[in-house]
């Protein structure tokens, strides 16, 4: 019978974990084996096979993430743009429509853009924050709802309430990228949300070595994204399931820190004549402060800043950290910076991303593990 805990801290440890222990192991095993012997299984979806994402390595990372986000079920993928690609592909078919966030991660800005006219499927971008703009893009063919529960690289917090209510209203399906916040700091299930996404290579694993991807939410929506999974073949191998796991065990400790370095390292960057602007939704002047307070438990590692002095100011400050990392992705313990335009971003349109407010010298910053006072210290010299 598997055990019930009520506490996030306790569920990383325990949720999910096989019972009785496999061999008495303590640490889950790796099965490192691609099939299993026949069980008389009359589904396809059923067989025990890597890419049918069913093996116990899989199973546990399902049960423990499902439980992380107080979901019905959870599934989990080669990488967090597999995860994004083969849930919208579930969802929406040739002719459909999707009403998307319009400041977006620029892979899934990419995907939309580009490749969904292929498929024949239509979208259109909404303001996030500003509710009474959506239905005006609504079409009777809409399924769908994407947003991000914290903007990348911008740090904006869309009006998620209003997003379930009127998703509900029109029967759409709400799909989350839930990676900046984390389920420490946010978990969409509760609020409403039918289905939450996160890159697993980011704060879940929190070590910079896998990428992965996972789904979370509804036990009938889930089920449909692993069917289509298991035909595209976006699966994550066994030994990645053991690197996520393990990491995943430490995510509470580790994002306690994280909240609170980012938090003084954006007040310090705030505070600083070098520096224009600062995002992060911690800092009271943050104009989505307010609901960010409401609908999350931290404000995660994640911040972003504007340079006085435009882009070689941008460049030179990441040449000159000592600390700080200069390359692309987040969450893990090392601190990381980079210039979105020329990263995550660098497939948008220019024209695209200035409408965004993602300037050329716009800096994202991961803040990692290291002493917040050796950060800042750093990035004042930097400065």
């Not at 059923?46 to 199973?59: G, V």
């Amino acid at each position: 019978m598997q055990k019930k805990f009520e506490r996030l801290d306790t569920k990383l440890i325990h949720a999910g974990e096989p019972e009785p222990r496999i061999g008495g192991a303590v640490a889950m095993p790796v099965f490192q084996t691609a099939m299993f012997e026949y069980a008389g299984e009359a589904d396809y979806h059923a067989l025990r096979y890597i890419r049918l994402n069913n093996t116990p390595n899989h199973e546990v990372l399902h049960a423990k993430l499902a439980a992380l986000e107080n979901a019905e079920a959870a599934l989990v993928t080669a990488s967090g743009m597999a995860a994004i690609s083969t849930t919208l592909l579930a969802l929406l078919h040739k002719g459909d429509h999707l009403l998307v966030q319009d400041s977006l991660y620029g892979g899934t800005h990419d995907l939309v853009t580009k490749d969904f006219p292929d498929f024949g499927i239509a979208y259109d971008f909404v303001d996030g924050g500003d509710p009474g703009t959506w239905e005006s893009k609504l079409r009777p063919t809409t399924r769908a709802f994407y947003l991000e529960s914290t903007s990348n690289p911008l740090l904006q917090v869309p009006d998620i309430e209003a997003a379930v209510a009127f998703a509900k209203a029109h029967r759409l399906v709400t799909v989350i990228d839930n990676t900046f916040p984390s389920p420490f700091n946010f978990r969409p299930p509760e609020w409403g949300i039918d289905l939450s996404l996160h890159s697993c290579t980011k704060y879940l694993n929190g070590h910079s070595d896998i990428v992965a991807g996972a789904v979370i939410g509804r036990g009938e929506l889930v089920e449909r994204v692993r069917r289509k999974l298991n035909h595209l073949g976006g699966s994550l191998d066994p030994h990645a399931c053991f690197l996520l796991h393990r990491g995943m065990k430490t995510l509470a400790v580790r994002m306690r820190h994280h909240n609170a370095s980012a938090l003084a390292i954006a007040r310090f960057l705030a505070g600083h004549k070098a520096v224009r602007q600062v995002n992060h939704p911690g800092l009271d002047a943050h104009p989505h402060h307010a609901r960010a307070a409401k609908l999350f438990d931290g404000m995660s590692g994640m911040l972003s800043f504007e340079p006085r002095g435009g882009v070689q100011a941008a460049r030179d400050f990441i040449s000159r950290t000592q600390l700080a990392i200069g390359a692309p992705s987040l969450g893990g313990v090392e601190t990381l910076v980079t210039l979105p335009a020329t990263t995550s971003h660098l497939g948008m349109k220019p024209e695209d991303r200035a409408r965004l407010g993602i300037t050329d010298s716009l800096v994202r910053v991961s803040v990692g593990l290291e002493a917040s006072e050796d950060l800042i210290e750093d990035f004042g010299r930097a400065l």
